[in-house]
């Protein structure tokens, strides 16, 4: 948890350029995410690099949590934390597409759905998604995410597809 506040404070303290088309550096967003459940997400992110017109650079700190006991695709809980970097290409423009890769870890309880034991692991993500423009500060798409995590001692190495909607606002 500690590590979550003190991400979230470099987020906030960090100076950057705004990116062309955004309204400001920072952002914030909620999401719906899906396997290995269903469930919702947070992301706060920060643009720190403008390195063409081609392609900006954001930090992003992403939240999960998924399932739970009641889920119908799931005995368990699914919790997970990603920190990493958004590569939007043609910033400029109101629709672009977007690749997202960084360090991730999660956490799978009770008898999680496509993995195959419950416990911590930590590993690596990469995805691609597509952003639409819905006004001045607000951005709406879909993204598909691919994870390769290893797990706490003889869990094993996991490979799990990930999809979701997401809704971002420029602070």
Not at 19 to 35: F, M, T
Not at 55 to 82: I, K, M, N, P
Not at 83 to 91: H, I, N
Request: hydrophobic share 40%; aromatic share 14%.
């Amino acid at each position: 948890m500690r590590a979550i506040v003190l991400l979230a404070l470099l987020v906030v303290g960090c100076r950057s350029r705004i990116a062309p088309g955004r309204e400001s550096d920072l952002y914030g967003g909620i999401g719906v995410v899906g396997l290995p459940s269903v469930g919702g997400q947070l992301t706060a992110g920060q643009w720190f690099a403008k390195s063409s017109e081609k392609y900006d650079f954001a930090f992003e700190l992403r939240a999960a949590v998924e399932g739970g006991d009641d889920s119908a695709t799931q005995d368990g809980g699914f919790y997970q934390v990603q920190m990493g970097v958004k590569q939007v290409l043609s910033p400029g423009h109101d629709s672009h597409l977007f690749f997202r890769y960084g360090l991730q870890w999660f956490r799978a309880d009770g008898d999680p759905a496509m993995i195959d034991d419950p416990g911590d692991y930590f590993g690596a993500y990469g995805g691609v998604g597509y952003e639409w423009r819905l006004g001045r500060r607000w951005w709406i798409g879909p993204e598909a995410t691919f994870v390769v995590a290893d797990g706490e001692g003889d869990l094993g190495t996991e490979f799990l597809p990930q999809v979701g909607l997401n809704l971002f606002f420029d602070f």
